[in-house]
């Protein structure tokens, strides 16, 4: 118990009660005082979730100084630390930071295939091994330091403006406070984008006020189910039981497989107990337990808790996963498979952190809804134009534990989609960009940007955003849309969400580019699990289409050209014409060399050009940047004098 003389006690009864704390424990050499730690830096991120380690390596290799402050002993969150080291969809779009660590994960296994281990993803890797990448990834990085075991305590703010934030080591001996330029939230759940009370949205939206035919009647607070991930291990042979859970109900899991079927009013399964757990088979004989409806999916709202009221409440998700585990082990006869022991530096060998599936959303300068996913061309704010990130995986919502959530969600069929950047930026708030699953989304569209890949790339996007803004001492609601954009495919990125066009081909960035303008669309096909957008290179292009979105921008009128149905080869040369302010005639030769060099044949100017062809010929001629826009995606007005 602390004492005080009463000295010092009558001195302080009439000061606050934090005041009082503090002195009693400067008073009573017993009790260690807690040490101040300020440090200034170029950009913060906050938290070293899979945004934020992606954030935070590509800030430093735009040269700013970068500081990483992770409350954990791991890098990247729910890919690492939640264990959920299974990748849902961008198998065929390999973007930037996200594509670098499959490689990664490629050499460490000996390729593709020897990861291809479970049914639920195309890449499924050990957590551990994930980390290590992480680090070693971080390590290179000379501009990058990464500092472990500090929580969040508050956000430094100043009127509208962030300053920076402040932190706690988990020991609880050491407070840091960290000033920087530019704030980057990569929490898991939006922690410091409620600290600064910037406006966000919580819970799903009624179909009313979204427009989106979801059945969802009324707004509301809930969120997804969360699940605390276990690994299983194969050792080959009998292994002891864990402890019995309290309250263990192998009842509960009745319906998790077809080899454990009795209450007839539950669905029946579609799968039994083998290919329950070869779904998240990964490489070395382990299982990542992530198993929904009657598995160890769990109904928890932590979101608006303080730090350590949600360590309380997250037992109840740890108990719901041991059970599961217990149900494996003796009731489904898995004798030889229990918890893995090198994987997670827990005591209970269960995840470092829980799989969120929702945060916070952000109060965005835009606000992508289904329909921005589903008809991207036809809304009224062309938001693909923006694109910093790219995601094929459909809408995927867990809401089966709570009763109250509306049980049969309506969903568009989508194509693969972009994410704009404008989601990222608060209107009004300086200095600080919103990374992880805390983007400026519906709760409907959350359910596919949520996933690994696309938050990989939300805060490569993120580091590239705030690197940017030190860079040009600009705030980063300032920075350029296509300045962002080409730095990110610079770095391997990917702003639109076209299939036939691999990176290896010499035209990637070009049909990247003039698919970013809409002088030409892609074709969004809705696939299942791994849905597509094509850019079709070998396609003619329509005139009237091009011409409806060329004119927006130079509203000269145009002669002797709609007279083709399909663009000619000349007829591109005009509209080069124009970038250029050159003559049509005098582009001729010049072009006619480079068709060549393009890889092209048949220079033929009454032939109608390919896609592909038009992409590498405007882009020549800077239609990217000539065609520039705003964080909404309307083209800004510039003079063609």
Not at 101 to 118: A, D, I, S
Not at 171 to 200: H, Q
Not at 599 to 620: C, Q, T, Y
Request: glycine share 6%.
């Amino acid at each position: 118990m602390v004492k005080c003389s009463n000295d010092v006690m009558k001195k302080i009864m009439k000061q606050t009660k934090f005041i009082i704390i503090i002195l009693c424990l400067v008073s009573d050499p017993l009790i260690a005082q807690v040490t101040k730690k300020v440090v200034h830096t170029d950009v913060i991120v906050v938290g070293g979730s899979a945004s934020g380690i992606a954030a935070g390596i590509q800030a430093a290799r735009m040269g700013v100084a970068t500081l990483i402050v992770e409350p954990t002993t791991w890098l990247g969150g729910m890919i690492t630390a939640a264990g959920v080291s299974a990748f849902d969809g961008n198998h065929l779009l390999p973007a930037g930071i996200f594509g670098e660590f499959r490689n990664q994960l490629y050499k460490v296994y000996g390729g593709p295939k020897q990861v291809e281990t479970g049914w639920v993803s195309n890449t499924l890797f050990e957590p551990h091994i994930g980390d290590s990448i992480f680090k070693s990834m971080a390590a290179k990085e000379k501009k990058l330091q990464v500092q472990y075991n500090y929580i969040f305590k508050e956000a430094i703010v100043d009127g509208l403006t962030i300053l920076g934030a402040k932190f706690i080591s988990t020991n609880r001996e050491t407070e840091l406070w960290v000033y920087a330029k530019r704030t980057i939230d990569a929490t898991e759940l939006g922690d410091v984008m409620a600290s600064a009370k910037i406006p966000y949205s919580l819970g799903m939206e009624s179909y009313k006020k979204t427009g989106e035919n979801v059945h969802v009647p009324t707004t509301n607070d809930i969120i997804q189910d969360i699940t605390y991930v276990a690994i299983l291990k194969d050792f080959g042979t009998p292994q002891p039981l864990i402890e019995r859970p309290a309250n263990y109900d192998s009842t509960e899991f009745d319906a998790s497989n077809s080899d454990f079927y009795f209450n007839s009013a539950r669905k029946k399964p579609g799968v039994n107990a083998r290919k329950m757990l070869d779904y998240g088979k990964m490489p070395k004989g382990k299982y990542m337990l992530n198993w929904p409806i009657f598995g160890n999916d769990i109904y928890l709202n932590v979101i608006e808790q303080d730090y350590a009221t949600r360590e309380k409440e997250l037992e109840k998700a740890k108990q719901q996963t041991l059970r599961f585990v217990y149900f494996i082990q003796k009731d489904l006869g898995f004798k030889n498979y229990a918890l893995a022991k090198d994987e997670f530096p827990t005591k209970d060998k269960l995840a470092l952190v829980p799989y969120y599936r929702e945060s916070r959303r952000l109060k965005g300068v835009v606000r992508m809804k289904i329909q921005n996913i589903a008809t991207p061309y036809d809304t009224e704010q062309p938001l693909y134009r923006t694109g910093i990130a790219v995601g094929d995986y459909p809408i995927d919502h867990h809401h089966k534990k709570n009763g109250a959530a509306p049980q049969q969600l309506d969903f568009y069929p989508v194509p693969s989609f972009n994410i704009a950047l404008g989601t990222l930026i608060p209107p009004q708030n300086k200095n600080i960009i919103i990374a992880e699953k805390s983007i400026s989304v519906s709760n409907i569209v959350n359910g596919t940007t949520r996933l690994q890949p696309c938050v990989l790339q939300i805060g490569q996007a993120a580091g590239m955003l705030a690197a940017l803004s030190v860079l040009h001492k600009m705030a980063p609601i300032n920075v350029p849309v296509r300045l962002v954009q080409e730095k990110l495919l610079e770095g391997g990125s990917y702003i639109m969400p076209y299939v036939d066009i691999e990176k290896t081909n010499m035209h990637f960035v070009a049909a990247q580019k003039l698919g970013a303008t809409g002088l030409v669309q892609g074709k969004g096909v809705s696939m299942g699990w791994a849905n597509k957008t094509f850019f079709n290179p070998n396609d003619s292009v329509p005139m009237a289409h091009f011409l409806a979105t060329w004119s927006t921008k130079f509203p000269k009128e145009i002669k002797n050209l709609t007279k083709h149905e399909a663009m000619t080869i000349g007829d591109a040369l005009y509209f080069a014409a124009q970038l250029t302010k050159q003559n049509q005639i005098q582009l001729i030769n010049s072009v006619k060399i480079k068709w060549v060099q393009w890889g092209f044949s048949n220079f033929d100017l009454e032939r109608p050009i390919h896609r592909i062809e038009l992409a590498a010929l405007l882009n020549e001629y800077n239609v990217f940047n000539l065609f520039s826009v705003n964080l909404k995606g309307d083209f800004i007005k510039t003079s063609n004098k």
